[in-house]
């Protein structure tokens, strides 16, 4: 009965004039009347400003064009990766989305390690580890990130405690003439690989041992299932790993080799080693530990929404400590973490922008930097914001990815 | 739930010392159980007392003695108003004690509107004593502690304490009132605070949209009061009549006879700034960010994508960019345009722009914290409008729009802290609020190289005292509306 009544119902929708209905009496008249009017407004709102938009550059004789991508950067960047003067612009904003990368994911990386310990440690037994995670999180919770990048590049970095590169600090290896770390108040050093010799033969053998690492953890995973011996697929997967590289690359005579910093003759640049900016590491240390504070609540809001009965529960099977957190709460709290987490990771990528108060050359800073030398400012902001836009993407979708994999498949 | 999960979690990882309520453990037991409890822990509590003690000891000195504080304390004025017109510095004083009484006002009437709340109900009640609260925003006496300091003067001695006194005594008075005439101290407490945003930017410009949004109130408090039926065409007539009634004071009365002329926010530059911006942008993204929410669920899906595209483009790329924008391109859009020229004053200066910009950015984020309200709003409220025959428009707006809101309260709140964080951003646009201020101080000849980290503590400090004072009252509001106990 109640389907022909709902079928009755329907009918006198679907033909209104049969039942004395009028069109200004159908909810759906209003329905498509509301969303073509509210289209209307926008597409009118949108058409009207670009019209002035157009109007305004015309009158100011202002390119519409974005002909200025091919055309000579003519000013000189930091961090430039070689970066020569006379080359187009697109290849400069191509460097700023690199740096923006460099920055955001150092920081993301940095920011993950900080705050997960600060986040567990706040809710530690111990009364002080607590406590000083608490002051951390609240203080730097409260403050601008902006005032932290500044604060880093000037109390720590450019008038703080380390020399200029001159005089630049060298912390020496024991046993040895070269050094681990170079300091300075504008350039850090850092040792990094050289690559020596066999390079493609090293790589080759990477992939090879890699592929049968992960044959060893299928194997392990599937013995396990059919025979109920414990899997231990990480020791052996791993260890087979390890054992197998190390072989390979004493086989092959050391492709890569340490490569310690050290300055040129005159004291100027970096002879060898990786070397980073004051400007890079206080832009990413600062948005790093800015961002932790966020995480760190994160990661304790969600140990905490874990059920009471499943901490007591591990107890009572008498798991220690560490078991109950490894297997019981958080794996539980990773799942709630991770949506947040993304959060986190897009606020931190739209934060690499605040670079542009110390000099990062990084992709807003550049966009500046380059209107302030005569590019049409709709353009390369569009280009800028579009590269965001595109980063803010695949952040979430890489999350995403992760998010989904994690996910329980059962409720 | 907050509190009663902390709780479990607490006597979970506490050992069995802690987990005895009734006993009050002695300091000797105290540290047992908290510092001592394993061997591994009183290894961490020696290591970290020591290196707390270090940093301690070279904190304090540096705080004390080592550190520069001339720049901050010889600029103070400079940080906290900027370049405000100095002949006009009894605005800002007489803002903060009209802040200051309508504060106390809506206080004492919250408190008195609770009060009667719990009589009805039954339920007991006590009113939380003035030291209380502010044993709770120690933050922002700490603050004003260091500014008086810094100022070190009687007459801001004076200022702030004339500023405290009136909060406390008219909180005193307001919570007295009977619930008739409650209604008078909301609509003065209102009042006042628009006299504290006039008294500084004079009767120009926005004088008359803040009156109609006055008579706008009264109009709907009196419709309300009353059980009116028809409530949406009345409160348009309110807002409609209130607009027009204002308007016409603010053109033959007030601007006509008086023009009581005042300082533009063109002018304003300081922390004064900063609080301002961020204020008058949360304001003015509300009504936005509240339509923006109610699209993103409507059942039209045309809406529903504009609305989408709106909110994720906003919340894709990042406030200096939209900055940027403000700053070099907004005039592009809408200068030399007869039709915007009627309603703006183009060129619109350039706080105009970046506020907003803060506006249009902040909306998009309001609108995702109000969705959020949404969906904590159980469908079955809908459902019980719909049963007892309720319009979608009463629906919204009797039934879901208070819950929701009350919901987001909190969220909100939280909001309007980071909005107060972003403001700084304005600084790289050239708009002279504290981060600003600063680069200026520093390039006075004394103070090139002198106290350049010293200023930035003191900024962050500033930030700190009210961005930390406000999250705790948004956690205690959270837990006082009940928020997530659903």
Known sequence: MSTTSRDDLRSSNLNPSSQGFTLWSDARTYRVAGQVIGVALVILLIWRLTNNLFSNLDRLNISRNFDFLTQPTNFAIAENWGFDTSLPRWRMLLIGLQNTILAAGGGIVLATILGTIVGIARLSSNWLVSKISTFYVETLRNIPPLVVIIFFSIAVFSSGPFPVFREATELKLPFSDSNWLILSNSRIGFPSFSAERNISAFWLLFAMTFLFAACMWAWRTVKSSKTGVPHRRVQWSLGVFVVLLVLWFFLLNGPYDWSWPSRTENGRRLASGFGTSAAYLSVTLAIAIYTASHIAEIVRGAILAIHKGQGEAATSLSLSSYQRYRFVILPQAFRRIIPNLINQYLNLTKNTSLAVAVGYAELASLTQTSIGNGAPAPQSILLMMCGYLGLSLIVSLIANVVNRSLRLKDR | ?486
């Open chain 2, 1 to 486: 739930m907050s509190e009663v999960m902390s709780n479990g979690v607490m006597s979970e990882v506490m050992s069995a010392e802690a987990l005895m309520p009734s006993k009050k453990l002695s300091a000797r037991g105290w540290m047992r159980a908290n510092l001592f409890n394993r061997w591994y822990n009183a290894v961490l509590t020696l290591i970290l007392a020591l290196v707390i003690a270090y940093l301690g000891f070279r904190s304090i000195r540096y705080l004390f003695w080592t550190a520069e504080w001339e720049p901050v304390r010889a600029n103070l004025t400079l940080f906290m108003i900027g370049s405000f017109p100095r002949d006009e510095q009894w605005r800002v004083v007489v803002q903060l004690l009209l802040l200051a009484a309508a504060f106390g006002v809506i206080w004492g009437s919250m408190i008195g509107a609770s009060r009667d709340r719990a009589a009805q109900s039954g339920s007991p009640f006590s009113a939380e004593p003035g030291w209380v609260a502010l044993r709770r925003w120690w933050g922002l006496v700490l603050l004003l502690g260091v500014l008086l300091l810094a100022a070190w003067g009687i007459l801001p001695l004076v200022l702030a304490f004339g500023c405290i006194a009136l909060i406390f005594m008219l909180r005193r008075i307001a919570m007295r009132l009977a619930s008739k005439v409650r209604i008078y101290a909301w609509f003065g407490g209102y009042v006042l605070l628009i006299a504290s945003w006039q008294i500084v930017s004079g009767t120009g410009g926005s004088a008359w949209f803040w009156a109609a949004g006055l008579l706008a109130f009264w109009g709907i408090r009196t419709v309300r009061k009353k059980d009116l039926t028809p409530r949406l065409p009345l409160t348009l007539v309110a807002i409609v009549g209130g607009g027009a009634v204002a308007w016409a004071i603010y053109t033959f009365i007030l601007n006509g006879l008086i023009n009581f002329s005042g300082v533009g926010w063109d002018n304003w530059s300081g922390f004064h700034l900063n609080l301002i911006a961020a204020t008058i942008s949360i304001i003015a993204a509300f009504p936005l960010g509240l339509i923006l929410a109610l699209g993103r669920r409507s059942s039209l899906p045309a809406i529903r994508w504009l609305c989408v595209t709106y909110i994720e483009l906003i919340r894709g790329v990042p406030l200096i960019g939209l900055l940027f924008i403000g700053n070099s391109l907004l005039g592009f859009f809408i200068d030399n345009d007869p039709f915007i020229d009627f309603f703006l004053d183009t060129p619109l200066s350039q706080i105009s722009r970046a506020i907003v910009i803060m506006s249009l950015f902040t909306a998009a984020y309001l609108a995702e914290v109000i969705r959020g309200g949404l969906e904590a709003t159980p469908r079955g409220q809908t459902e019980a409008g719909q049963s007892v025959g309720l319009s979608p428009w009463q629906i919204t707006s009797r039934i879901v729009m208070p819950q929701t809101l009350r919901a987001s309260i909190p969220a909100i709140v939280g909001q309007f802290i980071s909005l107060l964080k972003d403001s700084s951003l304005l600084s790289i646009i050239a708009v002279s609020e504290i981060l600003r201020v600063r680069a200026s101080v520093h390039s006075q000849g004394a103070f090139t190289t002198l106290g350049t980290a010293e200023t930035l503590v003191f900024i962050a400090f500033a930030f700190w005292a009210f961005a930390f004072t406000w999250s705790r009252e948004s956690q205690r509001l959270e837990k006082h509306l009940g928020v997530g106990e659903r």
